[in-house]
Structures are given as structure tokens and as C-alpha cells.
């Protein structure tokens, strides 16, 4: 796979993708993350991106000049899956969404910022608008980076062992049920006795009574009616 970003704070992404399984996922030849400057594409002496929003009101405007000159001379390259755009009022970020997104071969993701992109970008080049949550973030580049890594750690071989991508949680629409290590008792606290008893089939019946349990206590609405 291969990720484009395009973002006016490329150094925000250095780091997330530098350390442990994103990393990990480039040295193996997994996924090929480019960021790109939006300033390297301003025709602006100042390398100027944004601009006073028409009507009036506070907040500058991402205009639609290089943002535009951005995305189709990496489209002029290749062709994406999805054109992403990040903003607090896209479609909210599901583990689904994920799964989908791990097939793809190219994806691009724009990160918004200040009041956010001119919205002829998002009618004439966008084909997903994602959140992460109701909230707002200064700019859309932590919210890739949370898209990048919950994609990635999905494509196949990324993860040391691939079951382990599949008990997370929400991939069987609960929660994932409580774990434990050694020592067995800390604190008075004991593992549960099925789990140092071994037999896989009652660890398996207990894992997903505690799975619909904490799911029904902590995320109803993952259960539906
Ligand atoms: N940009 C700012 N806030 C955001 C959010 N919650 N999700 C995605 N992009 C954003």
C-alpha cells in the first residue's frame, strides 16, 4: 500500500510513523507513507495556503490553488483508492472503515486546517470525509496519523501474529475481554482460574461471556436490540 498526506505541518507526521509496528510495516515493504508540504505547491512569493473566508466571519480558509495543484499532480502519478479528507464533521472512524481501507493499493489523505478546506475541494476531488470524534483538533495531521495507524496495522503480514488483529476489539462488533500475565496473584488479585487452567475450549466460552459482558456495560450500542 501506498499513502499520500498531504498537510501544511509535515513535521507533526514524523514521528507516529517512526517507531514500533508503523515502522516496523515500511522497513518490511508494507505500506510506503510519503507526506507532502502543501506549501511546496503555493504559487505565492510567501508560500501563502489560506485565506479571508468570503462572507466574512473569523478564521482563515485553506484556498483551493495549491491544495488543487497538490492532489492532481500525485493523481497525474498514479490512481488512489480514496481521496480522504479529515474534519471534524466527516463520517466517524469505525474499525469497519478500517478493514475496508487496509484492501486498498493507494489512498490520500488532506488534513484541514484553520476553518478548513474551500468546499469546491471537498465537492470536486474528495470521496471520503472522515472523524475521529466529536471534538475538535487544531489541524487534521494527528487524525491522519490515527486513520494511517489503524489502517496499516491491518494490512496482512504487518502484524508479528496476524490472530491478533482479528481478537481486537470491535472486529467481532464487542469489546475486546480483559487480559492477564504473570504472576498469578498480585495484590490478593488472582487470574481468573479458567485462564491458568488451559483448556482452550472454556478459555474460549470465557472470553466471550467477558467480551459481551464489558461490551453490554461499557458500549450498548455495539449490541444493538
Ligand atoms: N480535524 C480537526 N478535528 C478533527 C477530528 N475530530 N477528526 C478529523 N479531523 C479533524
Sequence with gaps: ?????????????KSPFSASIMQ?????????????????????????VDDYQYGGGAGMVMSVGPISKAIETLQAQRKYDELIYM??????????????????????????????????IRDLYITKELSIGSYVLSGGELAAAIVVDAVVRLIPGVLNDETSALTDSFQDGLLAPPVYTRPPEFKGMQVPEVLLGGNPKDVAAWREEKAYE?????RPDLLGD
Design 24 to 48: 516496523r510495516a515500511q522497513t518490511k515493504g508494507h505500506v510506503e507513507i510519503h507526506v507532502h508540504n502543501l506549501r511546496d505547491f503555493s504559487d505565492d512569493k510567501h508560500r501563502n
Design 87 to 120: 474534519t471534524p464533521d466527516g463520517d466517524l472512524l469505525e474499525q469497519s472503515t478500517c478493514n475496508q481501507l487496509s484492501l486498498a493499493q493507494n489512498l490520500l489523505i488532506l488534513c484541514g486546517h484553520y476553518k478548513g478546506v474551500d468546499q469546491r
Design 1 to 13: 500500500m501506498r499513502i499520500d498526506i498531504i498537510t501544511v505541518l509535515p513535521e507533526l507526521l
Design 214 to 218: 464489558r461490551t453490554k456495560e461499557r
